[in-house]
């Protein structure tokens, strides 16, 4: 009897069997080792920032309380309910560049009354100061945040900078609490993250590193904790591979400080003259997104080992924050707002980032995507009254089951992802076992053609259920729009199969998946 191909084909693809002249599919192989001790996964890792650029705030965040699309004190109530959802742990306010061009006195008191300034960093537009220091902290309670706030270190004073922190921290019968209380704020807010400066190598002042370490040392001493608010104090730390900064900081205030401050953005091109569209891309760029993405561990490794010297008990935290995709901006938008569009590659990029983070949490302590909405890897975009979830959005509201669980240690071995002569790892992975005893496993595929098979062991951990949700699409330029909001969303996936202690995971090419063990 003839047998035909076909039913060959399907019974090897379903024994997993070679085919003649064809690789099998490739495999990993991972152990979970729930077994062995891991940090707390710090929930601040999934920190946002959120900056006076573009439209993040006027418009993203912000429409007024006049305005027909429905709000909370001018808050938009779409986007405080997808915030909601993420779980968004810490803001980073005003920015950013602008943060060393902010006046924090003209953003209280009467709207109608606050002086205009212009945004030099942004596009030159005029910022009306409508949304300020009282806004920023409604919104920041409205969707049950932490906040980080940036003095201006650039073109402000240490006066200005203590008379913030007292405005919005104290309670005593002081000039800055009253002040706060004349415009209608009784109770101090609790501001637990404050950065001196933002970039003070570059547009925040273009500093030498000791110059720096000297200011940061002075604005300090002046920036006080007041009765029931103890500030996180973040030095201005390196961009990317500045490890000269990093040493000099440490060297000179590393006693001084809590956290110090890493900026690393992905561009696919590696040229910031033309970096590339955010849809329009092959798998070339696609592999180098990915492999620039990956460089980011270089840098956690050697900034840390750096620290290290200096803070052998890792008193002081690396805080990444400004991480991100940046492409050309959207044709047609206005180039000085950094509005892109958001892709599957972006998802691959945050998923990627992410599993970074938690794999360093011992010297992590804190990372804030670039930006929470309208900028650059957003998790929305808003258009009017129109708004849309991206695909960076879905993979942080995926992975939010990681925050303040306790990290299960993976060993991973995977697979390459091989384009010409270059290669990445086609697997990443990180686990987490939350306070109800749920361990969960975060698994990405950075391969755009292949699936891959992950041979879990579960060590440590007895599993009676698996379930889980996947994101993926059939294009890697897939994403969302106002039109089609729902082209990249989360799936329920079924391609994990538990038996005893193994686990068996399909991981689908280009994907982004998150296991529940119970
Ligand atoms: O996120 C956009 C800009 O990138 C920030 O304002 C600045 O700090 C960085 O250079």
Redesign the pocket.
Known sequence: MKIPTSSLLLAALCLGAALPGRAAEPAATLTLRADQPGPVINRNLYGQ?A?H?GTCIYGGIWVGPESTIPNTRGIRNDVIAALKQLHVPVVRWP????ADEYHWKDGIGPREQRPAMINT?WGGVVENNGFGTHEFLDFCSLIGSEAYVCVNVGSGTVKEAMEWVEYMTSDANSPMANLRRANGRAEPWKVKFVAVG??SW??GGNMRPEYYADEFRRYNTFIKDYPGNTLYRVAGGSNGEDYEWTEALMANAGKYMDGLSL?YYTLATGDWKTKGSATDFDETLWFATLQRTLHLNDLLVRHSAIMDKYDPKKRVGLVVD?WGTWYDPTPGSNPGF?QQQNTMRDAIVAGLNLHLFQNHADRVTMANI??MIN??QAMILTDKEKIVLTPTYHVFEMFNVHQDATAVPVQLSSPDYVLGTEKIPAVSAAASRNQAGKVHLSLVNTNPNDAITVNCTLAGLTAKTVTGRVLTAPTMQAHNTFAAPETVKPQAFSGAKLDGANLTIALPAKSVVVLTLE
């Open positions: 920032f900056e650029l920015g950013g560049c602008f960093h933002n970039e570059g547009c900026h400004e950094l670039a930006q900028v650059l």
